[in-house]
């Protein structure tokens, strides 16, 4: 039963998963993040030219 519990990978599946997810999302926030950085600055750029 232990060398079977050894053997089984299952749990090491699912980890790489939420692994790999988990840095899909990291990447995902810093390109959104990097965007809206980027349109909020154009944005007060054409406020300020209208002011």
Do not use: H, P, W
Request: positive net charge; glycine residues 12%.
């Amino acid at each position: 039963m232990f060398a079977r519990f050894l053997k089984d990978e299952s749990g090491a599946t699912a980890i790489e998963y939420g692994l790999i997810a988990a840095l899909i999302a990291v990447a995902i926030i810093g390109g959104v993040t990097a965007v809206g950085n980027a349109t909020n600055a154009k944005f007060n750029y054409v406020a300020g030219k209208l002011a």
